[in-house]
């Protein structure tokens, strides 16, 4: 069983940093690409940030480009987020999913993605 697990959320003041981590598991460890997503209460889930396992391209979304930053570690099977200058309007339960299609970062649509975990709680509050 395919299994992501995300740590590292928590309650920042406005400016602040934190760093999300998700860890991948299970069999076969098949996976071509992993993205963050958040979702707000009352709004719908939307793409953040994807990375490519295979040769590192990510996507950012205009909301965070500049102040967020993916990262993999493809020997623990780990991608990071760093999360830098956070606003209350990041505030978000983030989560990461895995993708076992290949294609540009851009072109990923958040229906590519088929493996979630559980979601971690990101508070941006002062």
């Known amino acids: 069983q395919f299994e992501l697990v995300e740590s590292g959320g928590g309650l920042v003041q406005p400016g602040g940093s934190l760093s999300l981590s998700c860890a991948a598991s299970g069999f076969t460890l098949h996976y071509d690409a992993i993205g963050w997503f958040r979702q707000a209460p009352g709004k719908e889930r939307e793409g953040v940030s994807y990375?490519?396992?295979?040769?590192?391209?990510?996507y950012y979304a205009d909301s965070v480009k500049g102040r967020f930053t993916i990262s993999r570690d493809n020997a623990k099977n780990t991608v990071y987020l760093r999360m830098n200058n956070l606003k209350p309007e990041d505030t978000a339960v983030h989560y990461c999913?895995?993708?076992?299609?290949?294609?540009?970062?851009?072109?990923?649509?958040?229906?590519?993605?088929?493996?979630w975990g559980q979601g971690t709680q990101v508070t941006v509050s002062s």
């Open positions: 990375i490519s396992r295979h040769d590192g391209s990510t």
């Open positions: 999913a895995a993708a076992n299609v290949v294609m540009p970062t851009h072109y990923y649509r958040r229906e590519d993605f088929t493996y």
